[in-house]
């Protein structure tokens, strides 16, 4: 019960191997354009790649390698595609629109409807079996589009950013949903969300450019960045280089000093990672031992919690409102970022 796949799409520039195991979610994230839609386009049978193979719990969904090439349609792949839109047939009520997936593939009118009752009883939804779609809400619409999604047995689920599109009152609701129905079911989650990964998904991938940038277990790939998308995701300033020593070397000839946990050979390429938290910000260089200090220039102040985040270019600090006051922090001016090497983690990538 395993999904591979492998598949390169050149005026894409995507080329991609991926595997999902039985019973795994994979959460998969990026930057807009880094191939997320065309990975689940090309699964799901609505795209088809230059080359490449995929095979889903042993059978062929494609095989585009060779002379003879084999494309399986979309509707014969056990694969079931969910939007960020339920786009649920407005003609038909929720009832109708759950069965008719079943009814395609020859289930019994009866049959049909009795399954549906039971998935939408399964996404707490049984109470809008007679509601079209113009009558029902966002997570509403939603729940009966899950159910839909379930009631055709696919053996992987597709998630396209699936609470996208919700308010913050539904998005929790469905959140828990989806943390029932996906366990113990192969699937593949495409969000923004840094909290669906860390709460459905059993191990992420991080999509760059249309090449797998990183992947891993949800948390360590959070905890120990090695992309700066990554290191966004989880709030952490990230600076590469390469290591020298106890900290990193940047190409503009920056050195941070900091502690790992593991021994990496000198002159390697690596990271040093630190939450904002961490930074304190000086009108003037700041010394002391074993502490790294560095000039920036401010570029943006904003709201963050209860703190402000003071920005400069792609590092940012924390600070409180009366320190950014006392300061006279604005946009444009130069500062020092103080942080101690104990709180800079260096690893290498």
């Known amino acids: 019960m395993t999904l591979s796949f492998q598949a390169a799409l050149a005026k894409r520039g995507f080329d991609v191997s991926l595997t999902v195991g039985p019973g795994e979610t994979v959460a998969v994230m990026g930057p807009n354009g880094a191939g997320k839609s065309t990975l689940l386009s090309s699964i799901a049978g609505l795209l088809r790649p230059d080359s490449g193979v995929a095979k889903l719990n042993g059978k062929t969904l494609f095989d585009l390698d060779g002379g003879k090439h084999t494309w399986v349609p979309p509707h014969h792949r056990g694969t079931a595609l969910l939007a960020q839109e339920p786009l649920l047939f407005p003609h038909l009520n929720a009832v109708d629109n759950v069965s008719f997936g079943p009814r395609s593939a020859g289930i019994p009118k009866r049959d ?34 899950v159910a839909r999604a379930l009631a055709a047995d696919p053996a992987l689920l597709l998630l396209d950013e699936p609470l ?14 989806f943390k029932r129905v996906l366990a113990g079911r192969q699937a593949i989650i495409v969000t923004h969300d840094v909290l669906d990964a860390l709460i459905l998904a059993d191990r992420v991938v991080i999509l760059e450019n249309g090449r797998i940038a990183e992947e891993g277990p949800t948390r360590e790939v959070l905890e120990r960045p090695r992309s700066a998308f990554a290191a966004g995701l989880a709030g952490l300033n990230f600076v590469p280089g390469t290591l020298d020593g106890t900290g990193v070397l940047t190409v503009e000839g920056l050195r941070i000093a900091g502690h790992g946990d593991e021994q990496v050979p000198s002159g390697q390429a690596g990271v040093a990672v630190f939450p904002p938290s961490a930074v304190s910000v000086f009108l003037t260089d700041a010394h002391g031992s074993p502490r790294n200090s560095f000039s920036v220039t401010i570029t943006e102040l904003e709201p963050h919690g209860d703190q402000i985040r003071v920005r400069a270019g792609g590092l940012a600090a924390d600070i409180t409102p009366a320190a950014s006051a006392d300061l006279g922090l604005v946009p444009g001016i130069t500062v020092h970022f103080v942080v101690k090497a104990a709180a800079v983690s260096v690893y290498g990538t």
């Not at 308010?167 to 469905?174: R, V």
């Open 112 to 145: 049909a409807r009795e399954g549906a009752l039971r998935w939408l009883a399964e996404v707490e939804a049984e109470g809008l079996a007679g509601r079209r779609p113009a009558e029902l809400s966002g997570g509403q619409a939603q729940r009966v589009a």
């Open 164 to 177: 996208a599109a919700l308010d913050i009152h539904s998005a929790p609701l469905l959140r828990r949903l």
